[in-house]
């Protein structure tokens, strides 16, 4: 019989394989880089806040697994989404904050890219989410 002990260890572990291989593909191939977005006619960045923000959030290690899984595909989101698919802007006391969802498939599988900007700077990227496997 499995204990409920060995399971958390179990997830608890792939977790942190899970973030270290997404780090070092976020550092090694994606940190320092912009991509040209084509439904936003800008050049989207990836900087450290965007993975501070991708893995400091309140998620459930589940999701977030799924989000590294995501992680490889997002650069073909960018260069593929022909429209965004949401726009929310915030005022922030002298903040104005913009979030973009853009969502395309990549390798049959669905995902969602969130883009950011703060006081018209340079967008960068924030977020992805694995939407789900397209059967054939």
Known sequence: MIENEDLNRIQKET????ENLAK???IDNLQGTK??????RMHVMFTH???NH????????NELITRFFALPRVVGVLRTTRKFGDY?????????VEYWGLVAE???VVVKVVVTRINMGKPYFLSC???????D
């Open 15 to 18: 977790y942190e394989y899970a």
């Open 24 to 26: 070092s593909y976020y």
């Open 35 to 40: 991509i040209y977005c084509k439904s936003l």
């Open 49 to 51: 806040s965007g993975w």
């Open 54 to 61: 991708f893995v400091e959030k309140d998620r459930p290690i």
């Open 88 to 96: 929310n802007a915030r005022k922030k006391k002298s903040l104005k």
């Open 106 to 108: 990549v390798e049959k």
């Open 129 to 135: 989410i694995w939407m789900g496997e397209v059967k």
